[in-house]
């Protein structure tokens, strides 16, 4: 390829004015042992390669190359000694032929556009932005055309840009179907600017329907369809949350609120009283281990007249609850499901119920091992526990979550599984059932307890339990602020035994059988600390090489200091990712730290 | 032993009680309160809702008539054990509950800012809009008195949690 040599070496005035317009920006690291003009000439003399209106930046060398091909065939000096160094070639920003390019140019606008305190992202009166107009994108109406979007494409995959606000105004949009993606990018925006554009058709917002529901703001003026006579009353149908159109309050807020929240907050543990907390966790801490580990431990606890059975819930919860396990299988369960609307049988009913230990030992064996993870995972858990006084004894509820690690070992009529499907003598049973149908995978469960203390021990009277499809839970509050939040539950960060013990202490004492109506206090003491704080934003790169256990330690770390992500991060790094050594370190040097280093 | 007067039909029994129950919750009809109010053990009941109690019956009802919107259980699952001695029952129950979104109170009233002007399409329409299901667990303990066809306050324990939410809902709970 001797295309390139040869069009330098033989300049012409047109020659000129066509590199002028192809001229491409590249960077040369690594060459500060001699002098930019040394640089240049031996650049120009070993690599035939003329970079011109060259400057000092930072710690590289920019200048412009004629063409692309000169660019690229400056990449192929990349490595090449000078004056006792590797020199570095990078194009820069190359905006016809590589996207990356663009992409790193466009990330800088947005970030250069955002502002982090008041969540706003400021992407009005983009046509009169100097560094957009220098770099070319208005010259072709086809790039012009496709800058507003592609800039919402690269937000979308910025997980730091946390946007509240977002300001679209003075951009000659006429049809909002250039940003059909907004609602994806952004679906909990509060506030959006769309002032002094050319939007005139009401029904292309149609695009918008139930999507935007928290947009609380909405700045139409000078859109030709802020004349329609139905103009109110549309945005007002799309956005159900709208309290502000056009500087003008259209709903009362505080009924707003009233209509779309629950009166009280959802709490993830209710204890009658602290006593009852503190041994109620104890029993389902231990019963559990054992349920995971060794069932027939449990059988001392289950009189001659315990009862202990299944339901099984397959209802589907909808695809729009998190983490759903959208086909689970309940192979292992449903012959002994007792779940009164679905089985008619009185009969099947009656044989359901599991009655003494005996046959509740038969039961338990029959069904899948299991890992629960109450002390690593205490938020996916969610407890109550009251007295039941016509037993003299409690009530304990636990919501949450289970692992199937095996298969059970015997079936439910006590004889040894099957070890090959092939084997088994019950083949009308058989029939249909495909290995799929006994999968092990995760399970969400509801298990009720009734337990009546006895002798320094606890008896239990009652044990139902019910299993259904996997789905992230209601109580905790781990939302995510982006939509894509594909994080596996390992970055659910344990809080350990103590937050569930916290819980617990943190309710309020006075054993009164009847407790006064919803004591705000207790629901904050309650209230567990979020797993992962949604402050705690790392890049995705960053995130991707670390292991759950320093994302644990950055969590714990960000909650404790209140350091924003980068600084927890450094912390974490500079202390050995050793959480006593990195909370030592920021105390001794929490004086001299910037307050720009801390959650905002 | 009430295990022993054991007889037939008591899963249709308590599944007919308990989808009355479910339609009581979904009830708007203020006038309906007080037979709703009348199966709660009004001395002692002990009323747990998403984690937070109740002092009593009539407070989380009242409470429900006039700060939740207009709601739809359907119920899942449902199983129960008689408990030996106690004249009760404990029944673990699963529904799907939906609420309405059009922006409504129970009472039909809504948010909007009356100026004259938004009265066109918006307002006309009452029917409920329901949104994505949430998932619910609901304990109960009754007295055995239901199978003698007896409802009079056998409620002495409701709790009553979600399990699930929709994202897309417009409800919150947190």
């Not at chain 1, 679906?187 to 292309?204: D, E, G, V, Y």
């Not at chain 1, 050793?578 to 730290?593: E, G, H, M, P, R």
Request: charged content about 15%; aromatic content about 10%.
């Amino acid at each position: 390829m001797n295309g390139g040599f040869h069009n330098v070496n033989n300049i012409n005035a047109m020659a000129q004015q066509q590199a002028q317009q192809n001229r491409v920006r590249v960077a040369v690291y690594n060459w500060q042992n001699a002098t930019v003009q040394d640089l240049l000439s031996y650049i120009s003399r070993t690599m035939r390669v003329a970079i011109q209106d060259s400057f000092v930046e930072d710690n590289r060398v920019v200048g412009f190359v004629n063409t692309k091909t000169d660019a690229d065939n400056l990449m192929k000096w990349n490595g090449m000694r000078f004056s006792g160094q590797n020199l570095k070639f990078e194009i820069l920003d190359d905006i016809s032929s590589s996207t990356s390019t663009t992409i790193t140019f466009f990330r800088n606008t947005l970030f250069k556009r955002y502002d982090p305190q008041s969540k706003m992202l400021n992407l009005g009166n983009l046509y009169n932005d100097p560094d957009l107009v220098s770099q070319g994108l208005f010259s072709k109406p086809s790039t012009q055309s496709k800058l507003l979007p592609g800039l919402l494409k690269v937000a979308s995959k910025e997980p730091q840009l946390i946007v509240d606000s977002l300001n679209l105004s003075d951009n000659s949009i006429k049809d909002v179907k250039s940003l059909s993606t907004l609602a994806q990018t952004f679906p909990n925006l509060k506030n959006l600017c769309l002032a002094n554009n050319q939007i005139f058709k009401i029904q292309s917002l149609d695009i918008w329907k139930n999507k935007f529901k928290e947009l609380r703001e909405l700045l139409m003026t000078n859109n030709p369809i802020t004349n329609s006579q139905m103009y109110k009353t549309e945005m007002l149908r799309l956005f159900p949350k709208l309290i502000v159109l056009d500087n003008v309050i259209v709903r009362d807020e505080q009924k707003l609120n009233s209509i779309f929240t629950l009166p009280m907050k959802i709490q993830q543990f209710f204890f009658e009283n602290n006593e009852l907390g503190s041994s109620s966790t104890d029993f389902v801490t231990n019963f559990l281990n054992l349920w995971d580990n060794d069932r027939n431990q449990l059988l001392n606890l289950y009189t001659p007249q315990s009862q202990f059975s299944i339901a099984v819930d397959t209802s589907q919860p909808p695809s729009t609850v998190e983490e759903l396990d959208a086909n689970p299988s309940f192979g292992y369960y449903l012959s002994m499901s007792r779940n009164i609307c679905k089985v008619s049988s009185e009969k099947s009913i009656q044989q359901r119920l599991y009655l003494g230990p005996e046959f509740i030992g038969n039961v338990f064996k029959a069904l899948p091992k299991s890992k629960h993870y109450l002390q690593e995972r205490s938020n996916d858990y969610s407890m109550e526990a009251i007295a039941y006084p016509q037993v003299n004894g409690f009530l304990i509820t636990l919501h949450g979550v289970f692992d199937e690690v095996a298969k059970p070992d015997f079936d439910i009529n006590g004889k040894q599984a099957a070890k090959s499907s092939t084997s088994n003598r019950n083949r009308r049973y058989n029939h249909g059932h495909s290995p799929a149908t006994n999968r092990l995978s995760k399970k969400s469960f509801d298990r009720t307890w009734v337990i009546v203390p006895m002798n320094n021990t606890v008896v239990i009277a009652s044990d139902l339990l019910t299993v259904r499809p996997f789905v992230s839970n209601a109580w905790s509050t781990k939302q995510q602020p982006q939509s894509q939040s594909q994080q596996s539950p390992v970055a659910g960060i344990p809080t350990g035994p103590s937050s569930a013990a916290g819980a617990i202490s943190g309710t309020p004492t006075g054993a009164t059988s009847t407790p006064p109506i919803i004591p705000n206090q207790q629901q904050q003491q309650q209230q567990i600390p979020p797993a992962l704080a949604p402050t705690l934003q790392l890049p995705p790169n960053v995130q991707a090489g670390l292991t759950p256990i320093q994302l644990d330690l950055l969590s714990k770390l960000h909650l404790q200091t209140k350091l924003n992500a980068e600084y927890t991060y450094m912390l974490a790094e500079q202390s050995g990712w050793n959480y006593d050594v990195a909370l030592k370190a920021f105390q001794t040097s929490i004086n001299n730290l910037p307050s720009n280093a801390f959650i905002q | 032993m009430n295990q022993g007067a054991a007889t037939s039909h008591q899963p249709e029994i308590l599944q007919t009680f308990i989808k009355k129950i479910l339609l009581h919750l979904d009830d708007n009809e203020t006038k309906n309160l007080q037979q709703f109010l009348s199966y709660f053990n009004n001395t002692n009941c002990k009323i747990i809702f998403n984690g937070a109690p109740f002092a009593q019956p009539m407070i989380f009802l009242q409470m429900w008539q006039e700060q939740f919107v207009q709601t739809q259980h359907a119920l899942t699952s449902l199983d129960y054990q008689i408990i030996p001695g106690s004249g009760t029952m404990i029944l673990n129950i699963n529904s799907k509950v939906r609420f309405d979104e059009s922006g409504r109170d129970r009472l039909g009233q809504d948010a909007l800012i009356k100026d004259g002007s938004n009265r066109g399409g918006l307002n006309n329409n009452t029917r409920p809009i329901f949104g994505s299901y949430f998932g619910v667990s609901l304990q109960l303990v009754i007295d055995d008195r239901i199978f003698r066809n007896d409802f009079n306050g056998v409620i002495s324990c409701f709790n009553y949690n979600m399990l699930y939410k929709p994202e897309d809902s417009l409800i919150k709970i947190h």
